[in-house]
């Protein structure tokens, strides 16, 4: 069975920085897409953030140039670098598979960040 651990979230200040990292076991990850998402209080959950087996990345139009996907296949791990945040921001963050149409079927507990002075 898949498990996802979200950790690094928190309470940071507008235009502040965070790291979040998310560990994956139960499968085999280097094969995967893997992408971050997040859920705002009364939103959908939004893929924001994705990085292929290979690589390469993309990213939504309201977080480009500010966040970083990144992955240590060694580890298990992908990264999501925020830099500039901002109050809208403010969401619960996943990882999960990059494709939407292809999630894993569990879902971690996520890591919370909060944007705000």
């Known amino acids: 069975q898949v498990q996802l651990v979200e950790s690094g979230g928190g309470l940071v200040q507008p235009g502040g920085s965070l790291r979040l990292s998310c560990v994956v076991s139960?499968?085999?990850?280097?094969?995967?897409?893997m992408g971050w998402y997040r859920q705002a209080p009364g939103k959908q959950r939004e893929l924001v953030a994705a990085?292929?087996?290979?690589?390469?990345?993309n990213y939504a139009d309201s977080v480009k140039g500010r966040f970083t996907i990144s992955r240590d296949n060694a580890k298990n791990t992908v990264y999501l670098r925020m830099n500039s945040l901002a109050p809208e921001d403010t969401a619960v963050y996943y990882c999960n598979r990059g494709v939407e149409r292809l999630v894993f079927g569990s879902w971690g507990q996520g890591t919370q960040v909060t944007v705000s002075s």
């Open positions: 139960g499968t085999i990850f280097r094969i995967y897409a």
């Open positions: 990085i292929d087996s290979g690589g390469s990345t």
